[in-house]
């Protein structure tokens, strides 16, 4: 952890007010070559307490005409992926046809706002939030730590192979396709068939799950196959487009 100490900063071993992540900080060293041309550093983080767990941070250098960031995820032997809402998002049932919608409504602007694209497009904003997700993981969208904001670019991604290749995401369209879902009660509960085992679900607030995975990560790193699969059922049942997978996907999967 870093935190302020003056005008530079101090290392700590764990987390205080105000203090930064900043977890296995020889990654630093993609910035050394750029120091010398530097004009100040700013570094980004979450608010964090006493008993915080890793989070990631982001490092900006400012340079002449340009800023360059370095984001850290909380471990150095763990990626994005998966990580926080982006599974949710990217199991919307109306993502696809949403994130071609605001995709056409973006127009290279340097600084993309939620309202202005809620208001231009018809979409609630939480479905506007859902389609930016999609187009971030496809590269067409980036976030400006500095700015506070999404802006608009491309990169060559396929945001296709992007669900495709997350483990979790696919196998929650499996679970839901193969009918492993039981809503319980109120649709507060539900228990999941996977496998030889069943696990059971609680949905308020985060969720939780009895599975090894939630055991272990606590939500830390996004939802589980079998809680994702849950709000996808769950979604569905609501009538809720925002949190239903795509029927198409589940059946070529």
């Known amino acids: 952890w870093a935190v ?19 977890p296995g900080p020889d990654r630093l060293q993609a910035l ?11 570094v980004y983080g979450p608010a964090v307490h006493a008993r915080s767990s ?17 984001t850290l995820s909380p471990d150095p032997a763990r990626g994005f992926s998966g990580e926080g809402a982006v599974l949710t998002g990217l199991a919307a049932d109306s993502g696809a046809a949403d ?43 980036g976030y400006d730590v500095a700015e506070a904001a999404y802006y608009h670019r491309e990169l ?13 995401l696919r196998d929650a369209h499996a679970l839901v396709a193969a009918g492993a879902v039981t809503l319980t009660g109120t649709g507060e509960s539900a ?9 059971g679900l609680r949905l308020a ?14 939500g830390g790193r996004g939802p ?20 239903t997978a795509p029927a198409a996907q589940e059946a070529n999967r």
Do not use: F
């Open 4 to 22: 302020p100490a003056g005008r530079s900063l101090r290392l700590t071993a764990r987390p205080l007010p105000g203090a930064v992540c900043l």
């Open 32 to 42: 050394t070559r750029l120091l010398r041309h530097a004009l100040a550093l700013r």
């Open 54 to 70: 890793a989070v990631s941070s982001a490092w900006e250098i400012e340079l002449p005409g340009m800023r360059l960031t370095l």
């Open 99 to 141: 994130a071609d919608l605001i995709s056409a409504l973006l127009a290279w602007e340097p600084r993309v706002e939620v309202g202005e694209l809620a208001a231009r497009s018809g979409l609630a904003a939480d479905r506007v939030r859902a389609a930016l997700v999609r187009l971030g993981t496809g590269g067409r969208i």
């Open 156 to 168: 060559p991604y396929d945001t296709g192979s992007v669900e495709r290749m997350n483990p979790r």
């Open 191 to 199: 228990t999941v068939r996977s496998g030889e085992n069943t696990y």
């Open 205 to 218: 607030g985060a969720g939780s799950c009895t599975c090894q995975w939630w055991a272990e990560y606590r």
């Open 224 to 243: 589980c196959k079998h809680l994702l699969a849950t709000q996808i059922v769950r979604g569905r049942a609501a009538g809720d487009p925002t949190t």
